[in-house]
């Protein structure tokens, strides 16, 4: 079984819909993230949690709400969605404590704003 | 402003030749970087890290080497095997995990 699951993994919708993409992971790690990922702009981080009662913006976080709901599960949602949300989304987990801890991604969602 | 910069979108190299994959970064507060790999339809994975303090990690085929005063990592993979060919993504942090940028990713094809 996959560590970092990601639901859904592909979901097309029209503008002005709410979209919530979910995140687990069975890795017991305190920290986790969500990130974009665009054509020629690389994985830009949305928001983070390092536990459930601390939730930070990120770099874009602008459209963009979060819930951490426990530990193992990160939920990112899309009040209104607009076509320019339209990107390949994950979710990473990595354990807290030190600094430089490697994350671990999900297998991603595929976002189409129409 | 990306202050992590892969300015090679591809590369192709033949098997059992050496790759090596570029990247920039401006911001002189990082000082952790980390390359990841990711296949398609599937999210990235860690390969290897550095830190600041070093100037050269290795591990197995791959290596990554650091110029700080050039703000510049490189990767290296010998030798190089089709099942290599992935995006690679590089990722510089600060003091904090929750920091870390990425560059656009570079498209490494090893030719059998």
């Known amino acids: 079984d996959a560590d970092v699951t990601q639901t859904p993994r592909n979901r097309i919708t029209k503008t002005g819909k709410r979209i919530m993409l979910e995140c687990s992971q069975t890795k017991g790690h305190d920290r986790m993230y969500w990130y974009r990922q665009d054509p020629g702009l690389g994985l830009r981080l949305i928001y983070y949690s390092f536990d459930v009662k601390d939730i930070n913006k990120g770099e874009i976080s602008d459209g963009y709400s979060v819930s951490r709901q426990a530990q193992a599960k990160f939920s990112l949602s899309l009040e209104s969605a607009i076509p320019n949300q339209t990107a390949l989304y994950f979710c990473?987990?990595?354990?807290?404590?030190?600094?430089?801890?490697?994350?671990?991604f999900g297998p991603g969602t595929r976002l189409t704003v129409l | 402003d990306q202050q992590v910069k892969q300015n090679s979108p591809s590369l192709s190299v033949q098997e059992g030749r050496i790759s090596i994959l570029n990247c920039d970064y401006t911001?002189?507060?990082?000082?952790?970087f980390l390359w990841y790999k990711k296949y398609p339809a599937e999210g990235p994975t860690f390969l290897i890290s550095i830190s600041s303090i070093k100037d050269k990690n290795e591990d197995g085929r791959f290596t990554v080497f650091l110029n700080k005063s050039a703000k510049h990592l490189s990767l290296h993979i010998v030798p190089s095997q089709p099942g290599d060919s992935a995006v690679y993504f590089c990722?510089?942090?600060?003091?904090?995990?929750?920091?870390?940028?990425f560059g656009a990713g570079t498209r490494l094809t090893v030719k059998p």
């Open positions: 990722a510089a942090s600060g003091d904090n995990n929750n920091d870390m940028r």
């Open positions: 911001n002189s507060m990082f000082d952790y």
């Open positions: 990473a987990t990595s354990p807290g404590g030190l600094s430089y801890n490697e994350q671990f």
